[in-house]
């Protein structure tokens, strides 16, 4: 069993669980992880409070948090031994929440735990990166352009596809709540709502995946929902305040209507294609990259 650090070793002052969030975090990139805990609180201290961060999730909730945060910015490295004793005794947590939030960590690849060796932080490589909160802390965190640009690559993918194989399955719930969507976003553009737009936004594009009758991109829809919703900003012209969004929208509900694959697909492309008012470093169309 690894011993327990100094308690002055920096990974939060004590009980405060919701000082480490990203909402404000600089874009610079932070380098390589502090050679010890004493790099981490400096780091703390530079970062703002995100409302929603700890979700109302009480003490587990808020330090599976506070950890995933710390090890997805990288301030906790690969390889890093994860005391119980000291996490509890810096986040004045009791022995049963810290077990209970590094179960919760494992379960997300962050971190493993053997016998004889102790918690330790798992490389990047063994995360799973398709988890929603995983999604969330490198949306808010020095990773977040990385985030940006696979979401988008992910989503030009799956989505088309979506929208192909939802034409043919002509179920006029589904078309009609869609088109609602439609709807809610048309009339929040008319009101500059924007979180009304994002949150119609997110439903559509999860409940298009979910109509296909393919059960892989029906998992993927909670996923695709959960990371629009964290963005930090737009990563397709779709979830912009913009006539032309909506009515990209309403064709692709269109094609659906009328059992046009072809055309559902195409609108679902052209919808996610770059805006030609959006600076080329706004995500967009995945662009060939260097090797």
């Known amino acids: 069993m690894t011993a327990a650090r100094p308690a002055d070793s920096g990974l939060a002052g004590s009980g405060e669980l919701d000082r480490y969030s990203y909402a404000d975090a600089p874009g610079a990139d932070r380098g390589s992880a502090p050679a010890s805990w004493d790099g981490a609180e400096a780091e703390i201290g530079r970062v703002g409070r995100r409302a929603a961060g700890n979700r109302g999730r009480g003490l587990h909730g808020q330090l599976v948090q506070q950890l995933g945060q710390m090890i997805v910015s990288g301030d906790l490295g690969a390889d890093r031994p994860l005391v ?57 965190g020095p990773q977040r352009d990385d985030q940006r640009r696979e979401l988008c690559e992910l989503r030009w993918t799956i989505e088309p596809l979506a929208a192909r194989l939802a034409a043919g399955h002509g179920r006029e719930e589904v078309q009609q709540r869609l088109a609602d969507m439609v709807e809610i976003m048309n009339h929040a553009l008319a009101q500059g709502d924007s979180l009304t737009f994002s949150r119609a936004d997110a439903e559509f594009h999860a409940l298009l995946l979910q109509v296909g009758g393919n059960r ?13 919703h964290v963005s930090g900003a737009p990563i397709s012209g779709c979830d912009r305040l913009t006539e032309a969004g909506v009515a990209h929208h309403r064709r692709i509900v269109e094609a659906i209507g009328e059992g046009d694959a072809t055309a559902a697909e195409a609108a679902m492309r052209q919808l996610l294609t770059v805006h030609p008012d959006l600076d080329h470093a706004e995500v967009g169309v995945p662009a060939p990259r260097e090797h």
Do not use: C
């Open 216 to 228: 892989m991109l029906e998992h993927l829809a909670g996923i695709v929902a959960a990371a629009l």
């Open 84 to 140: 119980p004793e000291e996490i509890g005794q810096r986040f004045e947590v009791s022995r049963t929440v810290v077990r209970e939030s590094l179960r919760v960590l494992e379960a997300k690849g962050l971190v493993s735990a053997r016998p004889n060796v102790g918690t330790r932080v798992r490389p990047v490589s063994d995360w799973n990166l398709l988890d929603p909160d995983i999604i969330e802390w490198r949306a808010f």
